[in-house]
Nanobody, 132 residues
Framework: VQLQASGGGLVQPGGSLRLSCAAS????????ITWFRQAPGKEREGISC????????YYADSVKGRFTIARDMAKRTVYLQMDSLQNDDTAVYYC??????????????????????????WGKGTLVTVSS
């Protein structure tokens, strides 16, 4: 499994940005993809996930209603549309997955308890800076 995240940048508060996570072949067919972020001085947190199969989407409370996860199977890419961005959204964003996900039918982990140690394949992080 190979993942590559991109799309970060500088955006003003209230603005929008779309991140992309390009995956290697067959990944999206069997693996759930989880977006994490790590703000300066804070632990990495899982914020959104899309399952394989029916593409069910899940969100952490901190981003619910503002972020939307989606996928394009033909392009083997998962997107994270981020709207109404706030200063607190400043972080390095990563996409990730785990073998456990594939073994469990492509289901997403519980975002309330998932940690970086639960993932074993990571894309390179992309920096999002929200600032005026």
């Amino acid at each position: 499994v190979q993942l590559q995240a991109s799309g970060g940048g500088l955006v003003q508060p209230g603005g929008s940005l779309r991140l992309s996570c390009a995956a290697s072949q067959w990944t999206l067919d069997y693996y759930a993809i989880t977006w994490f972020r790590q703000a300066p001085g804070k632990e990495r947190e899982g914020i959104s996930c899309i399952s394989s199969g029916d593409g069910s989407a899940y969100y952490a409370d901190s981003v619910k209603g503002r972020f939307t996860i989606a996928r394009d199977m033909a392009k083997r890419t998962v997107y994270l549309q981020m709207d109404s961005l706030q200063n607190d959204d400043t972080a390095v964003y990563y996409c990730a997955t785990s073998r456990r996900s594939a073994l469990q039918g492509g289901n997403c982990p519980d975002l309330r308890s998932v940690g970086s140690g639960d993932m074993d394949s990571w894309g390179k992080g992309t920096l999002v800076t929200v600032s005026s």
